[in-house]
């Protein structure tokens, strides 16, 4: 069983940046994919960031050259930085390491 950890979640204006990590358990990590997800009620999770153990990326249209997502293998760490938000950025944010999902973030972006 992997445990997550997020934070870094906010309340920021439009234009400001936030960096989200997520720490997790167990022995693997390395070899694991990791991926940053969000959620909007009442909307289907959307992908937003994808790293393979590859070192293989891949971004969601709408975030591609603002968000880079990026890992930290030996503190067990996958982060997302997020630069120039816009409100429709506001969400619940998810790590995703293997199989296994993070508590979630709110990141809040007023205009």
């Known amino acids: 069983q992997v445990q997550l950890v997020e934070s870094g979640g906010g309340l920021v204006q439009a234009g400001e940046s936030l960096t989200l990590s997520c720490v997790a358990s167990g022995p693997n990590f390395s070899a694991d994919d990791v991926a940053w997800f969000r959620q909007v009620a009442g909307k289907e999770r959307e992908n937003v960031a994808y790293l393979w153990s590859s070192g293989m990326t891949l971004y969601a249209n709408r975030v591609l050259g603002r968000f880079t997502i990026s890992r930290d293998n030996a503190k067990n760490t996958v982060s997302l930085q997020m630069n120039n938000l816009e409100p429709e950025d506001t969400a619940v944010y998810y790590c995703?390491?293997?199989?296994?999902w993070g508590q979630g973030t709110q990141v809040t972006v007023s205009s």
């Open positions: 995703k390491v293997g199989d296994f």
